[in-house]
Antibody, heavy 119, light 111 residues
Framework: QVQLQESGPGLVKPSETLSLTCSVSGGSVISGSYYWSWVRQPPGKGLEWIGYVFYSGTTNYNPSLKSRVSISVDTSKNQFSLTLSSVTAADTAVYYCARDVILRYFDSWGQGTLVTVSS | QSALTQPASVSGTPGQSITISCTGTSSDIGGYNFVSWYQQHPGKAPKLMIY???ERSSGISYRFSGSKSGSTASLTISGLQPEDEATYYCTSYTSGNTLRVFGEGTKLTVL
């Protein structure tokens, strides 16, 4: 049973860069069957897909965030990471990493980590 | 990219059946069989319930079923139980540039 676990700072200052890592256990990020995605949820609101990375390093991002987001994979550590630059209060959210069955559905999720953007 | 349209809330009593609708367009729900449904309890991560329109995820009760007609997908929960009280989200692949689109969520209350 694959497990995902997010880690990173819970507080980021406005205009700075948010950085999170998702550690994968019980499975390998090196798989042709999955993308590795980030999804966020502002407090009290719905879900927003941020983007994905494939084990080869291929990425795709939500156009609304594309200019600020980068997702990378480290196959040696079985991890993938998210960076979001120039953050504002609107980026305050619970950030989830998820295993993405090639754009069909998310079959495994991390527990989520709340990132607050505040000075 | 517009979100999929779900009712904000539905309610039912234990033992009843309820249906949650999720309306999209021919670019998403109407064009592909890649609709999935997630259950989210407060403070918890979403949990996959249904994928590919009507396939139950591993370990999910037979009380949960999914279907699609045209550009509207539906999640039906039969024999409502108190633990079904949660928010339910639909999502679909889309040919639009966002690649996937989420519904706004439906809060299910079991009275």
């Amino acid at each position: 049973q694959v497990q995902l676990q997010e880690s990173g700072p819970g507080l980021v200052k406005p205009s700075e860069t948010l950085s999170l890592t998702c550690s994968v256990s019980g499975g390998s990020v090196i798989s042709g069957s999955y993308y590795w995605s980030w999804v966020r949820q502002p407090p009290g609101k719905g879900l927003e897909w941020i983007g994905y990375v494939f084990y080869s390093g291929t990425t795709n991002y939500n156009p609304s965030l594309k200019s600020r987001v980068s997702i990378s994979v480290d196959t040696s550590k079985n991890q993938f990471s998210l960076t979001l630059s120039s953050v504002t209060a609107a980026d305050t959210a619970v950030y989830y990493c998820a295993r993405d069955v090639i754009l069909r559905y998310f079959d495994s999720w991390g527990q989520g980590t709340l990132v607050t953007v505040s000075s | 990219q517009s979100a999929l349209t779900q009712p904000a809330s539905v309610s039912g009593t234990p033992g009843q059946s309820i249906t949650i609708s999720c309306t999209g367009t021919s670019s998403d729900i109407g064009g592909y069989n890649f609709v999935s449904w997630y259950q989210q309890h407060p403070g918890k991560a979403p949990k996959l319930m249904i994928y590919d329109v009507s396939e139950r995820s591993s370990g999910i009760s037979y009380r949960f079923s999914g279907s699609k007609s045209g550009s509207t997908a539906s999640l039906t929960i039969s024999g409502l139980q108190p633990e079904d009280e949660a928010t339910y989200y639909c999502t679909s692949y889309t040919s639009g540039n966002t690649l996937r689109v989420f519904g706004e969520g439906t809060k299910l209350t079991v009275l």
